[in-house]
């Protein structure tokens, strides 16, 4: 089992609440100063200064140039530096293994992207709904919207909280696939947003769902799935643990 009983993981902090213990320039947060290619060039320098340091740094010092370049779209370089940290030897968190997942959806490289998600859920980290919607959101731009539904469903069956962008990005992807009146049936279909406790207060729809799940709701979908042996693996994952670690 893969997955400790023990190990329910809170979402880690957002990357700009991490405190600067190692100096980042001002510069490089700060798009009028310079050019991005100027910008660029001194966040991977300041990325191969942290990784050849004799002590390894905290892992969020390396996130925090990372989550610049994400930002900036230099998605390529991201994934580059990222590999050249597990070459060394240093394992990327939750927050830089969600970053990777993104640049590979942004890119167009969905089974390298749940590679990535592979390797978060062996290594006992807790899917946000971030995470959780850049995957859905990379099938759906890819035109996969049927295996985007199945995804939805298995994560909400599981406990796995999901938010109000979860079914934009349904709807949307709905849409453009033609499919407008499966988009609007389930518009439809989500109730009013309810409180979720957080320090954030913020709001979560949750879907009223039929007899039926949603996937088995639309089955009406011209485009042929291109990961659905890749999911298989991740949902035997997912049924391999009890339904209790994933409700937190």
Known sequence: MWLSRSVRVSLLPSIAKFPPFLPIHNSLFCSHSHPQTSLHDEAVSQFNRLLHQRHVPPIFEFGKILGFLVRVKRYPTAISLIQQMELKGIHNNFVNLSLLINCFCHLNQLPFAFSVFVKILKRGYHPNAITLNTLMRGLCDNGEVKEALNFHDKVVALGFRLNQFTYGILINGLSKIGETEAAIELLRKIQGPSTVS???????FIPSYSDEDISQRYKLYKVTPKH????????KIFDDQDVGVWNT
């Open 228 to 235: 659905t042996e890749q999911l298989k693996s991740i949902y």
């Open 198 to 204: 957080g320090m954030d207060k913020k709001y979560w």
